[in-house]
């Protein structure tokens, strides 16, 4: 598969067939029947927008939380990741190699609500060995956008 | 009271101002929040951070003093190893290249080792405004080879043969071109390449676009048979790196001439900036990715730029390299000086008239598409609206 339209889409969703089709030097009804594929296929699975919620009068609280389960015959760590996706509360859903197993991501109103979560919903999932919530205090980074502008360089008239 | 006119020197007086000074007193002192300029030609990117990490790095270190004259022995060593891997071209970094500061002084310094007073030096153009008043301050007489649309706006040989005369030292060749974005491929090269073996001319190659070449590789005339003797390749780190404000660049080439050469910049200059060469040595060792990363996004962008040109209505040729479109704007009736100013006045969008960049720049003017392709989009729409405005008027 050519990466270079899911390169260019991935960097900005809101390019439309004709911009890309230009930028790729290829027909617009092209790009547009290959991005028709793509969502079909569940390649492109969605175009969100990033948004820095700490900028919003709504208080959004995210967690990392790693959790341990104990893999379950014939259905591995699927059944167990599936139970937990299934909340709308999980944004991302990881199975990591290393000391873990599950990298949970979760957002709430309040720690509290977080908090609740993982023992009410998570450490009580049958399989779940053990959990440690991490609370993400800032974000500097995220999808290669940093959360703060950097400062510009003056403005600076001259001439090559 | 100290007649300061006549304190001055009649060469430096005699150097016209660049061409767009008027233009860029228009800009300053338009309070437009919503301009858009399309004017300044250097990449849009920041230094990659794993450069600007080696330069910080460099400083912790105290690496503060000067290199030798001739540049850090480890850079030199890396251009070498570029040269070769990008170019095949072999050159000793020990006796055949200086490092600049910028690729600018190297072709000041290329040229005052080479023109004496009368000489002439043949300058295609349009081209960047450099080269014209660096030969008249040594006295020497550019010589003007205007360049053609429908050319692609490339040297002919038989353009380069009617410029020659027994006084010819120095051909710039200034490929890829700012600002036509015109390159020259081997085929060219070889007929530049035949006019001038047999003859002692110099070529001063500036390459500083070689990297910004679309559709193929960028070839150097030096590689040209019977070139290599008598070319002097001015490169730098600006453009392929997006590192302009370190300002450092090399020139590469024969012995005799780098020895002389490097005479004038050790009186001059000393050395380059030493943390630029730090961060220099890391931008060859492993910054090839990052050239290829941007070269494609300003290729993404040169495509955007000419499609939209000429779907308002404007001639432009394809340019191949740097990160410019050179559209002709004949067809407005305007000359290029008014057509910026009136671009700039009635929609905020700022570029250089063709004229800026020596004779044949008129009809035409440069865009640099090292931009955001917001910017760019935009930019266009309001040249789509200023055109129409133009047209339905008459």
């Not at chain 1, 790009?31 to 079909?40: F, G, P, Q, T």
Request: proline share 4%; with cysteine.
């Amino acid at each position: 598969m050519n990466t270079e339209l899911l390169n260019l889409l991935e960097k900005d969703a809101r390019l439309t067939p004709a911009q890309l089709a230009t930028m790729l030097g290829r027909e617009e009804k092209d790009v547009a029947d290959e991005i028709a594929d793509l969502e079909k296929n569940h390649v492109i699975l969605g175009y969100p927008a990033l948004v820095d919620w700490t900028k919003t009068d709504d208080e959004i609280v995210t967690a990392l939380i790693e959790v341990r389960i104990s893999p379950q015959r014939g259905d591995g760590f699927d059944r167990i990741a599936e139970r937990i996706y299934q909340y709308e509360e999980v944004e991302s859903l990881f199975l990591m190699s290393g000391d873990y197993d599950l990298a949970v991501t979760i957002t709430g109103r309040s720690l509290r609500a977080v908090a609740e979560f993982v023992h009410a919903r998570l450490a009580v999932i049958d399989g779940v060995t053990g959990t440690a919530t991490h609370f993400i205090l800032k974000k500097y980074k995220e999808k290669h956008h940093l959360f703060e502008k950097l400062p510009e360089q003056e403005e600076r008239l001259l001439f090559v | 009271m100290i007649d300061y006119d006549s304190a001055l020197s009649g060469r430096v007086k005699g150097i016209a101002p660049s061409g767009i000074r008027k233009f860029f007193d228009l800009l300053e002192n338009m309070d437009a929040g919503d301009a858009i300029s399309l004017g300044v030609g250097e990449p849009d990117f920041v230094t990659p951070w794993h450069i600007r990490d080696a330069g910080v790095y460099a400083l912790e270190k105290g690496f503060t003093k000067y290199t030798s004259n001739a540049g850090l022995a480890d850079l030199r060593r890396q251009i070498a190893a570029y040269m070769r891997r990008r170019f095949a071209l072999e050159y000793d970094p020990m006796k055949q290249m200086v490092v600049t500061v910028g690729g600018s002084e190297g072709i000041d310094i290329a040229v005052r080792a080479i023109v004496n007073q009368g000489d002439e030096v043949i300058v295609p153009v349009p081209s960047f405004v450099c080269y014209g008043p660096i030969v008249e301050l040594v006295g020497g007489v550019p010589v003007y080879v205007e360049t053609k649309a429908e050319d692609e706006f490339r040297l002919t040989a038989e353009a380069l043969k009617a410029a020659i005369t027994p006084r010819t030292k120095l051909l710039v060749l200034p490929f890829p071109n700012n600002p036509t974005g015109a390159i020259m491929e081997r085929a060219d090269l070889e007929a530049i390449a035949d006019v001038l073996r047999g003859t002692n001319i110099i070529v001063l190659s500036d390459e500083i676009y070689a990297e910004l070449t679309y559709g193929g590789r960028h070839v150097s005339i030096a590689n040209i048979a019977g070139m290599y003797e008598r070319t002097l390749v001015v490169n730098g780190f600006s453009k392929a790196y997006a590192m302009t404000g370190w300002r450092l660049g090399y020139v590469c080439g024969p012995q005799p001439l780098i020895k002389q050469m490097l005479k004038i910049h050790q009186y001059a200059i000393m050395c380059a900036p030493t943390t630029s060469q730090y961060a220099a040595v890391e931008a060859m060792q492993s910054g090839d990715v990052d050239i290829e990363m941007m070269r494609k996004d300003y290729d993404y962008r040169r495509r955007f730029l000419l499609d939209k040109l000429r779907g308002a209505g404007l001639t432009c040729f394809e340019p191949r390299g740097a990160f410019y479109a050179f559209p002709c704007i004949r067809s407005t009736g305007m000359t290029s000086a008014e057509f910026c100013e009136q671009f700039l006045l009635q929609e905020h969008v700022a570029v250089i008239p063709g004229t800026a960049f020596g004779p044949g720049g008129e009809g035409f003017v440069r865009m640099c598409y090292a931009s955001s392709l917001a910017n760019l989009s935009e930019a266009m729409e309001r040249m789509d609206r200023f055109l129409k405005n133009l047209w339905n008027k008459d």
